[in-house]
């Protein structure tokens, strides 16, 4: 396991590679040392620590468009910009299928940063923000990807929630996934992934992985999901 002293700001040299026609996409995740992202009345706030959140903002600084699931949302209430560390705000995006988009959503603050918003059926829009329309839900993860490249967008950070990730995740949208685990045990309440079902161990996905200890104490792991080893015969 790498020092603290070696996690690295070259983790991101990664996201280099992407490009408006091949946007990287990289995903994040919070949680608890047991898996769990909110306890079973949806508290969320504390779980990570400082340096995890730091973490997150330096994602936030180096990507063009960070994307939330309307889940995410309705429960937070997420601002999506950068405040911990130094740089520009990224395009916030929400997918939001069924046009439920609360009217004084703060990601939807008009500040100058675009704001686009994800719909499979019409509703009311904020002002100023533009609309992505899919027609197709099933197609979401990688639709969504190839209308943020169309805009210019090489850059792409899916920050949550758990739905949301998962099934980027599960369509392989995924470059890199961060997971960021904090010493702390819930003992229930929501999990951080929901995949979709596997029959066999040989079946699970297992990334190239670095993990990194923060000062405080989390725990990041880097994964490549571009990398994935599958369990074998071996014993």
């Known amino acids: 396991m790498a020092h603290p002293a070696d996690h690295p700001s070259n983790i991101f040299n990664c996201f280099l590679r992407g490009s408006p026609e091949e946007p990287f996409v990289v995903a994040q995740l919070g949680q608890s040392l047991d898996g769990r992202i909110a306890t079973l009345t949806g508290d969320s706030k504390h779980i990570n620590r400082a340096a995890a959140l730091d973490h997150l903002h330096q994602i936030r600084a180096r990507v063009d468009a960070v994307v939330v699931g309307i889940g995410t949302v309705i429960a937070d209430d997420p601002l999506l910009t950068v405040r911990r560390v130094a740089g520009r705000n990224p395009a916030r995006v929400v997918i939001d299928p069924r046009a439920r988009m609360p009217r004084d959503a703060k990601c939807m603050h008009d500040d100058g940063t675009p704001r686009l918003i994800v719909r499979c059926q019409n509703g009311a829009l904020p ?5 992505i329309r899919i027609d197709d839900v099933s197609s979401l993860p990688h639709a969504v990807i190839r209308a943020l490249g169309a805009r210019g967008f090489a850059r792409i950070l899916v920050e949550g929630g758990a739905r949301t990730v998962s099934s980027f995740i599960d369509a392989r949208a995924i470059d890199r996934l961060h997971v960021l685990v904090a010493p702390l045990l819930l ?6 992934l929901d995949l979709k ?13 670095r993990t990194y200890v923060l000062p405080d104490g989390d725990v990041l792991f880097d994964c490549d999901m571009r990398r ?7 014993a």
């Open 187 to 192: 003992g229930s309440g929501k999990p951080a």
């Open 228 to 234: 994935l080893a599958h369990e074998g015969a071996a």
């Open 197 to 209: 079902p596997i029959g066999a161990i040989s079946e699970a996905l297992r990334p190239d992985a």
């Open 127 to 131: 002002p100023g923000a533009e609309e």
